[in-house]
């Protein structure tokens, strides 16, 4: 019941019962066409019966030598579409292009410390807090970075949590 | 940054790096002082000088900003050995891109092109220069140089989507496509194809051309193993197999993507497609221009056997089955559906198999029946059944409930709700005795206060188990609004919603559905707050504005109206002028797909029909608010072209393909779209409003509103010259009273407006001489009445000047006026006396009486004003030979008399507008609390408020529901949003109120200027 294809523009259009929860951004749009003009593979859309948008996934793919990873930049479900595993779908799906086509040794991502139901979920899809961010939402709240390995670290290195909290300015990465 | 460092022009990098980091942190000051540093050591520098004129434009000093630019590309024209570097160029560009000069940009690397014709660098820097301008020809030029340079295969890709851009968005034939498959062929044979984008342009450009066997060749030979995902690849040769007709092995190839991904819902509609030969859903999606497809699934009549047909459709099945086993222990909904999805079609095709589809749904119920979205999945299935069979479904449902299958407390609650929602969608609750349909309504604020214990341990930011719940009641609620007009029932509703917010805060469909609730009982400020609070942004605006904007529209909530547009407007602007550079992005990462998806997308928000809209009501309004000072009101008018821009709008809206990008599936169901609200016309029963699809008249109505309202800015503008020259002292200098260019220019716009208005220009004048004189009845003016008031006042200004509907001199001019009079005293005065409070009649006519005073008596003010002001005594000796002395003082007395009727109707709106406000707060907020209180047993409104009251008053266990709901609810209060919606309506009113003030102010100054005359 739920087809996963990539995101176009018209799907800015439809997608608005998606992003009226409050922890959905809508961001501008050089912002989105940027994902879409760059990391097309990254950015994919569930779409349910009658053409109905049930959630989307935006990441990228960056990074230099063995901090070379995928990001995932929001994934969100519609509530009508909650509890039924679908962002776990979306999230195997950004996993499985970054591991199998563009070889990336980890995916990576950001979320809101105070944000507890996402944080357990990404700890059940198998990603552990890599290190926290000072700060990192508009300068208040911090930011966890959470990390899964892909097989190409076999050794697991990239998730070694790092020992203390770093700032934004630290970041390697945006 | 370091880009951007370089030898340019000669300067060294050391020298220009601290000027570039002074900007990137605008610091606009220092840069400037640097720059001139810089300027003093390589004064004929034209990179300097680019530098200067781009922080003088980030500054705000456009004017400075060019003539340096232009200075420096003389330089840059005239300097033989001067090197035409691209950094230089570059920031020339930037300068004159954020000065809207892309044409000189574009100038300066034509020149340099020209000038050393190999540099790749260079041409890149056109290249993007014309795709700045959208110039696919010259684009296609330009990248065929760098190819046939270089014999790169990104240079052909950008080459060939400049040529599809021609075919898609230019005025390219379809015969280009050849010339880009003939390009591809070629380069295919010599270098082959490195990207997968490149090949699904090659694929895409064959597939335009109808040439199905050609793309599937390619993709099957060599080249398909660029596409790294199998599924990808299967789809595209699916689509390609039916497209071509080869249906049997199209089906064998959706079969293959389905044994990959069983849950794909859309591979699963196109393998039927192929199954039964019936290609109506790759049709439907190659129609791009509906981005909101309605909710069915499109398949036409068979051709095929019925004995073929079921064969199929057997096979279908067994072949789904097999999927439904392998998935049964996960949330895979598709093969179940699947199911049903059969059943229905073998249904369409004559079969009558209803005993099979019904087990489906049972079936289906059972699987997924405690999902928020089982509704909306079955919806379309069970439209196949008739009323009697939905009915025993139904039945069927509620006895499972009794005895479910679950002990999962958050999924019976989810099967509960959904035999709520189903009886909603089929149940006729509204044939049911009221009493039982206000039963129903609390049936389920019941059960969302029992479940509320299942929520007490989610974080506050999740969403709780059964929040659909009071969306639902109060969609109840508002059906009996709609069935009694017992204006309660909407109190109860709204006390609903405000009870959700105040344990979540975050559910936007209560938002939503208090946006319209108070929009409707005219307290709009109250419903803009909520509509802020959805944090509505960014492209949000195109799609969801539709909720708030045309109320504000017919509001005298001028600044949030204007702060809406600007934002708006400013969102879609910006859009435009930087999608060319994110599609140049598109081509540099060789996402050739986006480029064509980039381009049609600004094309589609251009033609925007909220797009044109707002133009034209920002224009509007910036007129509405200077009414009351003629010269300000000449100063927008001035900034606005006169209005000749919008007459073009007007002139072109006809031809032009309007978009509609609103995303109506969030809107009540009393609303389905702005222009329809069910519950101002009679109650109908409640399956009487599907959400239809009202695309084609909706168009036909924008169309309309922007054909006319783009006249109105040119003719306030022909109005006010028109009245001046009236009685102007220009007579003196030629003799001659009218001035021919404006009353021949503002009769043809008065032909254009009454033929909006479907009259001709004789008719439209009979029928508002008839009004006015009450020899036609004002049914004459239909659902157009401001319109057609703001032609009387326009037709006015033209007779003062034009004289030909009287002789000069005779009567018949100030005739027309004291009918202008008449028709605005009798549908303002006489409707602002027909009015009640407003708590007790929503929605009543306050919009139209704010529109009639803001609209055409305003431009009526604009006419006294411009006659004022021409009349007034110049210091020179009284004029000669001009109008005769009697017409003169007639026209001076018409004027006063008009003056004075104008602000008698002002004040008399005035004053119902204050002894509105001055209304005491208690009284009224006693008066909707008094909604609420139910007095005996029997039917009415306060069912469900009495409810929540008893939820509340009683003891809250903090065991049982945790400590944030109980605290939440303990800060509840009724009165407090009864309250909110006094303040709400009040706030409404007193901008009215300022604003007839400022008109009132305005006419008695007008009266003592008169005086003097």
């Known amino acids: 019941m739920t087809t996963i ?39 994919h859309v569930a779409e349910g019966p009658g053409n109905k948008i049930m959630g989307y996934i935006m990441g990228k793919v960056e990074g230099q030598g063995e901090s070379w990873h995928g990001h995932v930049t929001a994934v969100t479900v519609a509530t009508e579409y909650r509890r039924q595993q679908l962002a776990k779908k979306l999230m195997n799906l950004l996993e499985d ?48 970075d959470m990390r899964k390995a892909l097989s190409r670290d076999v050794e697991k290195k990239s998730i070694i949590p790092l020992k203390r909290p770093v700032t934004p300015d630290e970041l390697e990465y945006d | 940054m370091a880009s951007k460092f370089g030898l340019a022009g000669g300067i060294p990098e050391r020298r220009v790096r601290q ?46 900003a060019l003539s340096i630019c232009l200075n420096a590309k003389e330089l840059l024209y005239k300097n033989e050995s001067l090197l035409m570097d691209d950094l230089t160029l570059s920031t020339l560009q930037i300068v004159f891109q954020r000065l809207d000069h892309l044409d000189l940009a574009t100038g300066c690397y034509e020149y340099a092109s020209g000038k050393f014709p190999n540099n790749l660098e260079l041409m890149m820097g056109l290249f993007n220069c014309y795709v700045r301008e959208y110039s696919f020809v010259k684009q296609q030029q330009t990248a065929i ?13 950008w080459a060939v989507c400049s040529i599809q851009l021609q075919v898609f968005c230019g005025n390219g034939g379809e015969k280009l496509l050849l010339l880009a498959e003939g390009l591809l062929k070629k380069h295919v044979a010599s270098h082959s194809l ?47 197999l039916a497209k071509s007709g080869d249906y049997a092995a199209g089906a064998n190839i959706y079969q293959k993507i389905l044994e990959l991904c069983p ?70 909904r598709g093969p179940h559906l699947a199911i049903l999805e059969i059943q229905r079609r073998r249904h369409l095709y004559g079969k009558k198999n209803y005993d099979e589809i019904m087990e489906a749904l049972i079936q289906y119920f059972f699987k997924f029946g405690h999902l928020a979205c089982f509704t909306s999945d079955v919806e379309l299935f069970l439209q196949v059944l008739c009323p009697d069979q939905k009915m025993e479904f139904l039945e069927k449902l509620m006895k499972s409930t009794t005895h479910p299958l679950t002990t999962i407390p958050t999924k019976v609650l989810g099967l509960s709700i959904t035999v709520f929602k189903i009886q909603q969608l089929i149940g006729n609750i509204d044939k049911l005795p009221v009493v039982e349909h206000e039963a129903f309504a609390a049936q389920m604020v019941e059960m969302y206060w029992k479940n509320l214990p299942l929520s007490k341990d989610l974080d506050p930011q999740e969403s709780m188990h059964g929040e659909e719940l009071l969306s639902m009641t109060c969609n109840v609620l508002v059906q009996l609004y709609w069935r009694t007009r017992h204006l309660g029932y909407i109190m109860d509703a709204i006390m609903v919603l405000e009870f959700g917010l105040a344990i979540r805060q975050y559910v936007w469909q209560y938002k939503i559905l208090l946006v319209h609730l108070y929009s409707h009982l005219g307290a709009l400020s109250l419903a803009y707050e909520w509509y802020k609070s959805l944090d509505v942004k960014n492209i949000l605006m195109e799609t969801v504005s539709h909720h ?24 879609m602007d910006d859009h435009f002028r930087e999608s060319a550079d994110l599609t140049f992005l598109a081509y540099r990462h060789r996402n050739y797909s986006k480029v064509i998806e980039f381009v049609q997308f600004k094309e589609r928000l251009q033609r925007s029909n909220q797009y044109l809209v707002a133009r034209v009501e920002a224009s509007i309004l910036q007129l509405k608010q200077k009414t009351d000072n003629i010269e300000e009101e000449e100063g927008i008018l001035e900034s606005l072209n006169c209005g000749i821009h919008f007459v073009e709008l007007s002139n072109e809206i006809r031809s032009k393909n309007l978009t509609f990008n609103e995303d109506f599936q969030s809107r009540p169901w009393w609303t389905p779209f702005p222009e329809k609200n069910y519950l101002l016309g009679p109650f109908e029963g409640i399956s009487y409003c599907p959400k239809e699809n009202m695309t084609e008249e909706r168009e036909e109505n924008v169309r309309r509103v922007i054909e006319r309202k783009s006249l109105l800015p040119r003719m306030i503008y022909l109005t006010i010259q028109s009245a001046s020259v009236s009685l102007k002292e220009n007579a003196e200098v030629n003799g001659s009273v009218s001035e021919p260019k404006i009353s021949s220019e503002l009769k043809f716009l008065l032909e254009r407006y009454a033929k909006l208005l479907g009259s001709s220009l004789t008719d439209a004048i009979e029928v508002v001489m008839g009004v006015s004189t009450g020899l036609k009845s004002s049914e004459a003016f239909g659902s157009d009445m401001v319109d057609w008031l703001n032609f009387a006042v326009f037709l006015n200004a033209w007779n003062l000047n034009s004289h030909e509907l009287s002789q000069p001199g005779g009567d ?60 007034l005594p110049s210091g020179k000796k009284k004029k000669k030979g001009g109008p005769s002395e009697h017409s003169t003082s007639l026209l001076c007395n018409t004027i006063r008399d008009s003056i004075d009727s104008s602000r008698d109707i002002v004040e008399e709106v005035a004053k119902w507008i204050t002894d509105q406000i001055k209304r005491p707060e208690d009284e009224v907020v006693e008066i909707i609390l008094s909604y609420l209180r139910k007095t005996g047993q029997g039917e009415g409104p306060g069912q469900v408020f009495q409810l929540l009251e008893s939820f509340t008053s009683s003891v809250v266990d903090e065991v049982e529901l945790g400590s944030r709901i109980p605290q939440a609810v303990k800060l509840w209060s009724p009165v407090d949003v009864a309250r909110k919606i006094v303040t709400g309506s009040s706030t409404v009113l007193s901008e009215f109120l300022r604003i007839c003030e400022l008109k009132i102010k305005s006419l008695r100054a007008l009266k003592q200027q008169m005086a003097q005359v």
Request: glycine share 4%; proline share 3%; net charge negative.
């Open chain 2, 194 to 240: 490195h990207e997968p984008e490149a090949l699904i342009v090659y694929i895409s450009i064959l597939e335009q051309q109808a040439k199905y066997g050609d793309a599937l060749e390619i993709l099957s030979g060599k080249l398909g193993s660029l596409l790294m995902i199998e599924v990808d690849k299967l789809r595209i040769q699916g689509r390609l």
């Open chain 2, 145 to 157: 140089k760098m190819y046939k340079l270089v014999g790169e295969e990104r240079f052909l890709l």
């Open chain 2, 263 to 332: 849950d794909d819902w859309e591979c699963f509609l196109h393998y039927l497609g192929c199954l039964l030969e019936d290609d109506s859903s790759w049709s439907n999606r190659v129609n791009g221009e509906l981005v909101h497809l309605p909710n069915f699934v499109d398949c036409t009549v068979s051709h095929l056997t019925d004995e073929v047909l079921n064969c199929r459709l057997s096979n279908a099945s067994a072949f789904v089955q097999k999927f439904q086993v392998d998935a049964s222990n996960c949330f895979i």
């Open chain 2, 548 to 571: 708030i904007l045309p109320h504000m529209l017919q509001s005298p909530l001028w600044v949030d109206l204007s702060n809406l547009l600007k934002d708006y407007l400013r969102f």
């Open chain 2, 19 to 64: 000027i570039w980091e002074a900007i990137d942190s605008r610091q606009f000051k220092n840069a400037l002082k640097l720059s001139s540093v810089l300027l003093s050591k390589y004064p004929n520098s034209p990179y300097a000088l680019a530098l200067k004129a781009l922080i003088l434009e980030r500054m705000g000093k456009s004017d400075e």
């Open chain 2, 812 to 871: 018949q001019c100030v005739h027309i006026w004291h009918n202008v009079d008449a028709l605005l005293y009798k549908y303002i005065s006489e409707k602002t006396r027909s009015m009640e409070s407003l708590i007790c009649t929503p929605r009543g006519h306050l919009p139209t009486l704010v529109q009639l005073v803001t609209e055409p008596l305003a431009w009526h003010g604009l006419v006294l004003q411009s006659c004022v002001r021409s009349s």
């Open chain 1, 5 to 43: 294809r990539r995101f176009c523009c018209n799907d800015l259009l439809r997608f608005a019962s998606v992003n009226f929860d409050h922890l959905t951004e809508t961001f501008n749009m050089s912002f989105y066409m940027t994902y879409l003009a760059r990391w097309p593979d990254y950015f």
């Open chain 1, 97 to 144: 292009i970054s591991d199998q086509i563009d070889k990336a040794y980890f995916v990576d991502l950001f979320v809101r410390a105070s944000n507890t139901p996402a944080i357990k979920m990404y700890e059940k899809l198998g990603y552990v807090i890599y290190r926290r961010v000072l700060r990192y939402y508009s300068g208040e709240e911090d930011g966890l």
